[in-house]
């Protein structure tokens, strides 16, 4: 039996409490069954790091609403900057009218871009949504009609970016034919592809980059026709996988090499979550386009494309979004950003997901279900097995010991085959990171024991 922290959640019934129970019903009578519920969690309230249930449980929530509210739930500053900006002006369709915060908004991102500029912003409401841009741009802009996106990873559900998408069978099942154009390759996961050291897992990333110029340019793809190569600096629902280094600047010269354009998708890895505004800048490599949604308005709906400004030279009619830059999601984006600033969370963003991990360095050699520990900032994936030699997946074992988590109190999600991703608000502290990390470790073990 895990003990009760004094410093953390608070449960006070059985989970799924009496409420809860109610509305599961009726969720089970009226909603899509192709939602996926990893627990019975009833959110009614949420403040900072904890969110409250409709029985009064109150919880730890280190899936940040799927690595959504950056800020914490509720952050006053988003709040005001909402409620300022509902009062106002709600809708008038940016693509038909003006808005001002949308110029706004497009400054402050443009500076903060991981690319020089001059740059164009594009808003939509979703990542699904910023991805089609940034797919739809590059063919248009290019001529040309392939592209080339990785196994593991997860672009969105639409039809465009589900066509790049390639995590799980069950997103695709029954849905194609897809949008035709698109080759997928091996993304260097180097906790699954190489068993040496330093050396071998650099080579390894290599080769999954030139396998593009010595395998696909010489047998089945013209370089003259790949418009974009879409990759994911760090891969989220794929397990919380690191790009190396040196991957991404071979991507980066074989792009340049052939006039392919590199899409970075940050919608999950973007805004602060791995201790700089976008994870692709840890390895020194600037994309052509940014694809950016999740957290960047810390809970309201809003996709974002930014490119460098010559190449979105597409006319009016081309693409468009009768809600995207809203002005009330842009009023929560550059509150966001002002939080993210002034309360300095790209750095406590960095300094608590090193403590994290700093703490969690030794779980493969200490709990036989730990394969791998990896991540950057608060991007942290523990991958669960089943054997260590055959790194087996742990799918149920994982699952269970995120079961476990919730009936205690603190909300963590899965990703990948067998993994737990840790994302928590920047907010998060040492002091709350230690709570939840003692639980983890707990469920852990007592996994371990049943097993």
Same mark, same amino acid.
């Given at each position: ?24 019903? &009726? ?22 790091? /904890? ?12 899936? =940040? ?71 739809? *741009? ?13 196994? &593991? ?108 354009? *590199? ?51 597409? /006319? ?27 309360? &300095? ?29 990896? &991540? ?5 994936? /523990? ?51 230690? /709570? =939840? ?15």
């Amino acid at each position: 039996m895990l003990t009760q922290t004094l410093i953390g959640p608070k449960i006070i019934t059985a989970l799924p409490g009496p409420n809860a129970m109610r509305v599961l019903a &009726g969720d089970s009578k009226y909603i899509s069954p192709s939602y996926t519920r990893s627990y019975p969690l009833v959110a009614q309230h949420g403040s900072g790091m /904890v969110v409250t249930d409709v029985d009064g449980n109150e919880f730890f929530d280190f899936s =940040a609403g799927i690595a959504v509210v950056s800020t914490g739930h509720c952050h006053p500053h988003v709040v005001a900057a909402i409620q300022k900006q509902a009062a106002e002006l709600i809708h008038m369709s940016g693509t038909d009218f003006y808005y001002e915060n949308m110029v706004t908004l497009a400054e402050r991102l443009s500076k903060i871009a991981p690319m020089p500029g001059p740059h164009k912003i594009y808003y939509g409401n979703s990542g699904t949504e910023a991805i089609e841009c940034a797919l739809k *741009l590059a063919r248009y802009h290019t001529k040309r009609q392939n592209v080339i996106a990785f196994y &593991g990873a997860f672009h969105g559900r639409t039809m465009g970016a589900l066509s790049l998408t390639a995590s799980k069978p069950q997103q695709k099942r029954r849905f194609g034919p897809f949008v035709p154009g698109v080759t997928h390759i091996r993304y260097p996961d180097v906790y699954r592809g190489c068993e040496g050291g330093p050396q071998d897992a650099e080579a390894f990333a290599l080769g999954c980059a030139r396998f593009i110029e010595d395998k696909l340019f010489k047998t089945s793809l013209a370089p003259e026709e790949v418009a974009a190569i879409f990759v994911e600096p760090v891969q989220g629902e794929g397990g919380y996988v690191v790009a190396p280094t040196v991957f991404m600047q071979e991507l980066r010269r074989i792009c340049d090499r052939h006039g392919i354009l *590199l899409v970075a998708d940050e919608v999950q890895s973007g805004i602060g979550r791995t201790g700089k505004w976008w994870a692709i800048e840890h390895t020194g490599v600037q994309p052509d386009i940014v694809c950016s949604a999740k957290g960047i308005a810390s809970g309201m709906p809003l996709g974002v494309t930014i490119s460098k400004a010559e190449i979105m030279d597409w /006319v009016p009619g081309s693409h468009a979004s009768t809600f995207g830059g809203n002005p009330v999601c842009n009023a929560a984006a550059m509150a966001t950003l002002d939080v993210i600033e002034g309360e &300095g969370l790209l750095h406590n963003a960095s300094e608590v997901g090193n403590h994290m991990l700093k703490r969690m360095a030794n779980w493969p050699s200490k709990h036989r279900l730990v394969g791998d520990v990896r &991540g950057r900032g608060l991007m942290i994936g /523990v991958e669960i097995v089943k054997d260590k030699k055959t790194k087996e997946y742990g799918a149920a074992q994982r699952d269970r010991i995120i079961q476990l988590a919730f009936e205690h109190g603190i909300l963590f999600l899965g990703c990948g085959p067998s993994t737990i991703r840790i994302a928590p608000p920047l907010i998060v502290t040492k002091e709350e990171a230690d /709570v =939840a990390m003692d639980v983890l470790e707990e469920c852990i073990s007592i996994v371990n024991q049943a097993a």
